[in-house]
């Protein structure tokens, strides 16, 4: 009894907007309390109205009231909370803002524990006993809390819909079956809704299953992601490297300039200066038989004149040189300036290929496969054989599209790309990126492969599939089998005589697939491709061919 007067002592100081125990008290002019930010909140909501009233009794006030903390109130309920949490363990627990609360509890609600189908109600622990003990009740049917029970009641009739229509794709109540539904699919709600789990489960499934694969993808994107950041650091590097190389070629070479320069000027320079001191000792030379010869010219004594005449020096033959334009090194300047020029367009147009290949540089997720042939073609490459790498058991025909193995040797000329020992060939050109193409064969003996340009050319390591630059799909004996670096998997798919094959360079993808009504899928390659792949087939089997189409 003391237990439940202090439940009803602490409803009472509750407020009644938060409905938990008073924070801040205060008392308006009606005499009821509230938390003070809660009946502020609530009267700046009615700012519209302009009048302030009580949420409980409505009275109104004007002007608004003066809000003053209620302290004698404010003790009380810190003295009723030090006992709540004393005898917290006794106490049952209060519905909050998320909880659903009972719908027969006065003043406080209790958290409800269940909801009643029949009585459209919810029941806190206390509350709902009845429908435990009672005959009466037990029929009832008891759902978890719920605050949407009105939803369940028929607009029209006011009673619980159990039912469904089919037609109309609603819930409806018995009445609605008889009246408006009358003549429609109507079920049970509780078949519909085993009807339905049915296609939950499936729909459900379904989406666990995209659920993980997507995450697979996830996954594999974080790895394409991981490569891409890291080709692109490698390949800043890399070129970094090689512009820096380039830079210090040309800085070279214009060291190599200066110094060249700097030498010819030093040798020229040096040849003037010899030059000039032999013309300044010429003049001077000169100048004193100038004296000697304007003395003599001035002698009064003419037998003097005469007998010094003789003596007089011969003149020394004079230094001679030919002067050239005012054009000493304009001509390598010129020459400099030629070369930036050529070096200029160079640059332009290589720096043209780059932009495009970064342009096709695809760092992105390939495409999933297509899944119809229709779908493949759109992909599809046309392939010619390469006569440089033709074995010579093997004519080539029809454009060199089409391969046949023969009984006489061919008078192929050398060639180091040549197969000498396996009667297989190369297509000449290297396959693009993502590209499909169909492999015609008959007889037995034929291979189906993609291989790499340095792939061996002699010996038993040359055939496709026994090395590991070639992945090859073999037809021999009635079966089919496929063949990488001497690895082999038997296919248990018989294929038709038309094989498909499906590539995706960037993607590290190569499928092959039996052509017919259908496609279907023989044997998939997921690796990382580290080079250009050019496609390959081998004929061994005198009059078997293999065809590109």
Request: charged content about 25%; proline content about 4%; aromatic content about 8%.
């Amino acid at each position: 009894m003391a237990q439940q007067g202090f439940q009803l002592d602490q409803a009472k100081f509750c407020c009644s907007i938060c409905l938990d125990l008073l924070k801040d008290p205060v008392a308006i002019p009606c005499g009821h309390s509230y938390c003070m930010r809660c009946i502020k909140s609530f009267w700046d909501g009615e700012e519209e109205k302009k009048i302030p009233s009580c949420p409980q009794c409505r009275q109104i006030f004007t002007p608004r009231p003066v809000l003053v903390r209620n302290t004698m109130l404010a003790d009380l309920v810190e003295e009723l909370k030090k006992t709540e949490v004393q005898a917290a363990p006794a106490d049952p627990c209060y519905a909050g803002p998320a909880d659903v609360g009972c719908d027969f509890c006065t003043g406080r609600k209790m958290k409800a524990i269940k909801s009643c189908l029949q009585c459209l109600a919810s029941f806190c622990q206390q509350h709902l006993q009845p429908h435990y003990d009672s005959p009466t009740f037990k029929i009832h049917k008891l759902v978890d809390p719920s605050k949407n029970l009105q939803e369940i009641i028929c607009s029209h009739h006011g009673e619980v819909m159990k039912m469904f229509c089919r037609t109309d794709q609603q819930c409806i109540c018995y009445l609605c079956s008889v009246e408006e539904h009358k003549g429609h699919d109507t079920v049970s709600a509780a078949a519909e809704r085993k009807e339905r789990q049915r296609g939950l489960g499936e729909s459900q499934q379904e989406v666990q299953q995209r659920i993980q694969d997507r995450e697979k993808d996830v996954k594999v994107l974080q790895q394409e992601v991981k490569a891409i950041n890291h080709s692109a650091d490698e390949a800043e590097r890399d070129n970094e490297e090689i512009f820096n190389q380039l830079i210090r070629l040309i800085e070279k070479r214009s060291s190599e300039v200066k110094q060249h320069i700097r030498a010819l000027q030093k040798a020229e320079v040096s040849q003037a200066e010899e030059l000039r001191e032999k013309l300044e000792q010429e003049i001077t030379e000169l100048r004193r038989k100038d004296a000697v010869l304007q003395q003599l010219s001035h002698t009064e004594d003419h037998i003097q004149f005469l007998q010094s005449y003789p003596s007089l020096p011969d003149l020394s033959e004079s230094t001679n040189f030919n002067v050239r334009p005012l054009r000493y090194f304009e001509d390598v300047t010129a020459a400099v300036s030629e070369f930036s020029y050529q070096l200029q367009d160079i640059l332009s147009e290589e720096w043209t290929k780059m932009s495009l290949t970064l342009a096709d540089v695809d760092v992105l997720l390939s495409p999933a496969e297509p899944k119809t042939r229709a779908g493949f073609l759109k992909h599809s490459h046309e392939i010619t054989m390469d006569p440089n790498t033709v074995n010579k058991w093997l004519l080539l025909s029809e454009g060199n599209r089409k391969a046949t193995c023969v009984f006489v040797k061919q008078s192929y000329f050398a060639h180091l790309d040549r197969f000498t020992d396996m009667s297989q060939v190369l297509s000449k050109e290297s396959l693009p990126g993502r590209c499909y193409w169909e492999v015609e064969r008959s007889g037995k003996g034929v291979r189906v492969a993609v291989a790499y340009k340095d792939i061996t050319r002699t010996g038993d390591i040359s055939r496709f599939g026994f090395n590991e630059k070639s992945w090859s799909l073999n037809y021999q004996n009635n079966s089919w089998t496929f063949l990488h670096n001497r690895i082999e998997t038997p296919l248990s798919v018989s294929p038709s005589s038309r094989i498909g094959v499906y590539l995706d360079h960037t993607a590290g993808r190569l499928s092959f697939y039996s052509v017919s009504d259908t496609m279907t899928l023989l044997h998939r390659v997921q690796t990382t491709f580290t080079q250009p792949l050019y496609a390959g087939i081998g004929v061994w089997d005198i009059g078997a061919t293999a065809e590109f189409k």
